[in-house]
C-alpha cells in the first residue's frame, strides 16, 4: 500500500496551487480587462456598457476565487506547518496584495460616476 501524503504538505501544496490559480485569473482575464477601460480612448464608445458588464462578471468570478484561496490558508494555518507552509504563506500574502490593488482599480472603474470622466491609473 503506497504512503499517504503527510497533511502538512497538502494543505501547503494546496494552498500555493490555490493561490497560484488566483493569481493567473486576476493577471490573464481581470487585469486586461481593467486596462482596455483604463484607457478609454481606445474602447469605441457603443462598447464601454458591455466592457463594464464583463469586468463586473470576471470582478465576481475573482472574488469566488479569493474565498477559495483564503480557505486554503486559513486550512494552512490550522494545521501543522510542513517544508512549504513558508513559501505558500509568503505567496499568499503576495496574491493578496494583487488583489487589493486591483480592486482599487476594478471599484474606480465600476462605480456610477466612471461614466461620466476616464481615470488614469498607473500600468500593471
Known amino acids: 500500500m503506497p504512503d499517504l501524503p503527510d497533511p502538512a504538505h497538502t494543505t501547503d501544496i494546496c494552498l500555493l496551487l490555490r ?3 488566483e493569481q493567473h ?3 490573464y482575464e481581470v487585469v486586461p480587462v481593467v486596462r482596455q477601460l483604463e484607457q478609454r480612448a481606445s ?3 457603443d462598447q464601454l456598457g458591455a ?19 483564503d480557505r486554503a490558508h ?3 494555518e490550522r494545521g501543522d506547518s510542513g517544508s512549504l507552509h513558508d513559501a505558500a ?10 488583489r487589493m490593488v486591483l480592486a482599487r ?8 460616476s466612471s461614466e461620466i470622466a476616464p481615470r ?3 500600468s500593471f
Open 19 to 21: 493561490a497560484h490559480a
Open 89 to 98: 504563506d509568503r505567496y499568499h500574502a503576495a496574491v493578496r496584495r494583487l
Open 105 to 112: 482599480r476594478v471599484e474606480l472603474l465600476l462605480a456610477p
Open 120 to 122: 488614469e491609473h498607473a
Open 25 to 27: 485569473w486576476l493577471l
Open 43 to 45: 474602447l469605441p464608445e
Open 74 to 76: 486559513a486550512e494552512l
Open 51 to 69: 466592457a463594464l458588464a464583463y469586468l463586473e462578471a470576471q470582478w465576481i468570478e475573482a472574488r469566488r476565487r479569493s474565498a477559495v484561496t
